[in-house]
């Protein structure tokens, strides 16, 4: 039963160390990082803002909203 929890305590340390030794490394400039070509975060914020934008600027353009009265 004490090897087999000390083995695990090693092996869990063992872990730990190895992520900070990762860590420590730095990283290379000069190797291609991954870019989509269409991020798709970027796409969904540009037609968030964009869309409502031409919606107000074709109503205002051709009147739409003008044959509703208010009460």
Known sequence: MHTMFSKLLV???????RST??????PNP???SYRPAYDPIVIT??????????????DIA???DKDIEPK
Do not use: N
Not at 11 to 17: E, H
Not at 21 to 26: A, E, I, N, P
Not at 45 to 58: D, E, K, S
């Open 11 to 17: 092996k869990s340390f063992d872990q730990v160390l």
């Open 21 to 26: 030794r990762r860590s420590y490394k730095m």
């Open 30 to 32: 000069y190797r291609e």
């Open 45 to 58: 914020g540009f037609l968030l803002v964009t869309v409502p934008i031409v919606w107000m600027a074709y």
């Open 62 to 64: 051709f009147e739409t």
